[in-house]
Nanobody
Framework: QVQLAESGGGLVQPGGSLRLSCAAS????????MGWYRQAPGKQRELVAA???????NYADSVKGRFTMSRDNAKNTVYLQMNNLKPEDTAVYYC???????????WGQGTQVTVSS
């Protein structure tokens, strides 16, 4: 059974940084596509960043140059380094694992990020 556990959210001032972690169990992150999504109140969930099994990354235009997604195969964990945070980054951030062949996917429980002075 696949489980994803996010951590690292919190309250930060504009311009600050946070690093989110998503620890996986039941499957190996390096053979799956992994993604970070976020959902703000009253808005649809949106893709923030993703990494393929080959290690290629892509980012939403709104976070390019500020966010970096990475993967630690030894820890079976993916990260989202968020710098220069803005109030509009406030949302619940979710980790998602997608199987490359079946298309089956799994979500974590989410972690709240609040950017406010």
């Amino acid at each position: 059974q696949v489980q994803l556990a996010e951590s690292g959210g919190g309250l930060v001032q504009p311009g600050g940084s946070l690093r989110l972690s998503c620890a996986a169990s039941g499957s190996i992150v390096s053979v799956n596509a992994m993604g970070w999504y976020r959902q703000a109140p009253g808005k649809q969930r949106e893709l923030v960043a993703a990494i393929t099994s080959f290690g290629a990354t892509n980012y939403a235009d709104s976070v390019k140059g500020r966010f970096t997604m990475s993967r630690d195969n030894a820890k079976n964990t993916v990260y989202l380094q968020m710098n220069n945070l803005k109030p509009e980054d406030t949302a619940v951030y979710y980790c998602k694992m997608t199987r490359p062949y079946s298309g089956n996917y799994y979500w974590g429980q989410g972690t709240q990020v609040t950017v406010s002075s």
